[in-house]
């Protein structure tokens, strides 16, 4: 139950108002800090990578370039 509240809680906004979840792919030197700073600018940074762990099932903030990320939407 907390994790489907904090993907409905969790946002994205880039590229217009949506609905839906985002998905970027992991380009080498990619962090999880910075697509979140990117991706979510003027929120909580620590939250929003916190939200893509959950969402992604990720044990650990490790990327791998070519990576598929789910982004919350708002």
């Keep these: ?3 489907a509240t904090l993907m409905l809680l969790g946002g994205v906004a880039y590229g217009g ?3 839906g979840p985002q998905h970027v792919t992991v380009q080498a030197g990619d962090t999880l800090w910075g697509i979140a700073s990117s991706r979510y600018a ?3 940074v620590q939250a929003r ?3 893509v762990e ?3 099932h990720m044990s650990s903030p490790r990327l791998s ?3 598929i ?3 919350p939407a708002p």
């Design 1 to 3: 139950m907390a994790a």
């Design 17 to 19: 108002a949506t609905s």
């Design 42 to 44: 003027g929120d909580d």
């Design 49 to 51: 990578v916190a939200q």
């Design 54 to 56: 959950v969402a992604n």
């Design 65 to 67: 370039p070519g990576q």
């Design 69 to 71: 990320l789910i982004l």
